[in-house]
């Protein structure tokens, strides 16, 4: 059964930082992109950011480039998302999800993924 968990979540105030983690188990997480999605109340769930299979290529949306940092530790099972200069826009639930697509065009999309964790909250105050 596969199972990615994430962690780290919570509350701090804007220019602040936060590490989450998602730790994968039931699958192999080397042979899978591993993202972060999010989404809050009302909105659709966006593309954050991603690291492909070797972790050598990663991937971000416009609105935190500069700010987060996606990285993978294949050794771990785990993914991390480092995140600084939080903003009280940045505040919603985090997931992290496994998808065995490298197609770049893919890799933004929610649906090309089909592991997802239960989420962890990320809340700025502004």
């Known amino acids: 059964q596969v199972q990615l968990v994430e962690s780290g979540g919570g509350l701090v105030q804007a220019g602040g930082s936060l590490r989450l983690s998602c730790a994968a188990s039931?699958?192999?997480?080397?042979?899978?992109?591993l993202s972060w999605f999010r989404q809050s109340p009302g909105n659709e769930r966006e593309f954050v950011a991603a690291v492909r299979r070797n972790g050598g290529h990663t991937y971000y949306a416009d609105s935190v480039k500069g700010r987060f940092t996606v990285s993978r530790d294949n050794t771990k099972n785990t993914l991390y998302l480092e995140m600084i200069g939080l903003q009280h826009e940045d505040t919603s639930v985090y997931y992290c999800?496994?998808?065995?697509?490298?197609?770049?065009?893919?890799?933004?999309?929610?649906?090309?993924?089909?592991?997802w964790g239960q989420g962890t909250q990320v809340t700025v105050s502004s």
């Open positions: 999800a496994a998808s065995g697509t490298e197609i770049l065009s893919s890799i933004s999309n929610a649906g090309s993924y089909a592991y």
């Open positions: 039931g699958l192999t997480p080397r042979r899978y992109t």
